[in-house]
């Protein structure tokens, strides 16, 4: 038989080519343009645009026997609205048919909820819309409905993973408690050859899922366990998500789109038992082996990883010290030796400098680091500390506007902080400021976010370093130097256990002190 494939470029469509071809039947593939075609014995392409229809259409379908229908979209884009897409695709396709004579039609859609929703999304309205023009057509038709689908180059594993590659914390729409029914794609395809080849298929509907029931919050579990990553899962109101959803649309290749979103909320499952019975088709179910390799060579989103966590974690980690019960005496001994220091000498700086003349020894000596690796100078280390410092001087003004709104007189502690500056010469501040923050580094970032990092973890580890880097500032007097001291001292934390180098924080926390110093920004 001489199958015509609209939509054969697309994820489902190659899937579909190659089973069609492995049940010895010819292949014409349809298509709008070049993009996504691929070279297969049996298989040739004629370019048309199925949903304008028209002689053109009639005769990339010449010769054929039968036609699946495969052409959907995730999002409207220009030239082709979900209306053009799914309805007016099939009605022209089975317009065409009737001029070809051709008569046997499997048409694709899509899975929905245990219970449609009173107000679908367009996405799905016009889904079921196209499959009443379906029955409705004078064709030997056939629909299948399948659930997410899960197989190379999908947008849906590979999405995930993408997601939990960049950051440990997921938004799960309404809660994720949705029912889903992940089916590999391979089974949608033989799907589509068992009906074609079957009589009895005609006039029926079948539900193409897996066999397992899955929520929403399980399948990403399930992802998150194949990949060894650990994940929270944050519920998130379902229409909240639609607009930062709507923002994502406007990419290239958007990790999620309203459409999939409608769905994951909403649920996608069926009934596998009558394409079992009838088309003989046992699906399989979504292993984590099938993730892993489905996973393959996925980037995190963005290309930027969130993640403290990395594969190294447990290789790096054993160099380091897993006691972290210095800690407990680091941060007093720190607080009590500024204090002390202030009454000897009112010079701020002077006292910064004493106390980590007597805390970095200390802390070199107590706690073991690997200290030469994590103080290696690199050209990609300078070029992260700036970026870094790039990123953190601009939140650090959105952050004290909000601070100034929020407390007015915190203006005065930050002019009072900044009259510090005048304390010393600026030869002398040029040489003394890179020396405190370098020993900053060696306290608060190498001694007590590394070495309780690798007892409890990266996350704690960056949490602790902040909350004892503000509490060494308390001492000091400036309320709003410990809340600075509280955010930076934890992004400096994360930015030195996520590129394993205090190098980083050390160029970061220069080029920022210099930026406040000079141009004060806040």
């Known amino acids: ?262 769905l994951l909320s909403h649920g996608l499952v069926g009934d596998p038992g009558p394409a079992a019975a009838e088309l003989g088709l046992v699906t399989q179910p979504l292993t984590a082996a099938k993730i892993v390799a489905l996973s393959a060579g996925v980037e995190p989103w963005l290309g930027l990883s969130l993640r403290l966590r990395r594969g190294d974690e447990d290789m790096f980690f054993k160099t380091c010290s897993k006691g972290a019960v210095h800690v407990a005496w680091l941060v007093p001994l720190a607080v009590a030796l500024i204090w002390g220091l202030g009454s000897l000498t009112p010079h701020v700086w002077w006292r910064m400098l004493a106390a980590n003349l007597v805390l970095v020894p200390l802390c070199l000596m107590t706690v073991r680091l690997p200290w030469l690796e994590l103080w290696r100078p690199s050209l990609r280390g300078l070029v992260q500390g700036v970026m870094a410092a790039a990123v953190l001087v601009a939140a650090g003004w959105l952050g004290s506007q909000v601070l100034f709104a929020v407390t007015p007189e915190a203006r005065a502690e930050v002019a009072a902080v900044y009259s510090w500056v005048h304390l010393l010469p600026a030869g002398i501040a040029a040489v003394l400021l890179p020396l405190i923050a370098a020993a900053e580094e060696v306290v608060w970032r190498g001694a007590v976010a590394f070495a309780v990092a690798s007892r409890a973890g990266p996350w704690w580890g960056a949490a602790t370093s902040a909350a004892a880097f503000a509490v060494a500032h308390v001492s000091l007097g400036v309320p709003a130097l410990v809340v600075a001291a509280a955010g930076a001292g934890f992004f400096w934390a994360w930015l030195g256990l996520k590129t394993r180098s205090l190098f980083v924080v050390l160029v970061c926390h220069v080029l920022w002190d210099a930026c406040v110093a000079v141009l004060r920004l806040y």
């Open 1 to 262: 038989m001489q199958v015509a494939v609209a939509g054969a470029s697309g994820f489902i469509g190659q899937a579909t080519v190659h089973a069609l071809l492995q049940a010895g039947h010819a292949v014409v593939g349809l298509s709008r343009g070049r993009r996504g075609r691929f070279d297969r014995p049996g298989l040739v392409w004629r370019e048309v645009d199925v949903s304008r229809g028209g002689p053109e259409l009639v005769a990339a379908l010449a010769g054929c026997e039968a036609v699946v229908n495969l052409v959907g979209i995730k999002r409207p884009e220009p030239g082709q609205s979900f209306d053009s897409a799914h309805v007016a695709t099939v009605a022209a396709l089975t317009t065409a048919m009737q001029a070809a004579a051709i008569r046997r039609l499997v048409h694709v859609s899509v899975a929905g909820p245990r219970a449609e929703p009173p107000r679908p999304t367009q996405y799905m309205a016009t889904k079921r819309e196209a499959e009443r023009s379906v029955m409705s057509s004078e064709t030997d038709w056939t629909i299948l409905r399948p659930g997410p689908v899960a197989g190379p180059g999908d947008d849906f594993v590979r999405n995930l993973a993408a997601t939990l590659r960049h950051a440990g914390v997921f938004p799960a729409p309404d809660g994720g408690h949705a029912p889903l029914q992940p089916v590999l794609v391979e089974d949608v395809a033989l799907a589509i050859a068992a009906a074609l080849e079957r009589p009895a298929a005609i006039g029926r509907c079948y539900d193409v899922v897996g066999p397992e029931v899955l929520t929403l919050r399980e399948v990403v579990t399930r992802v998150a366990d194949a990949l060894a990553l650990p994940v929270t899962l944050v519920p998130c109101p379902a229409p909240l998500l639609a607009v930062a959803v709507a923002g994502l649309e406007k990419l290239p290749e958007p990790l999620l789109t309203r459409a999939q979103l409608g």
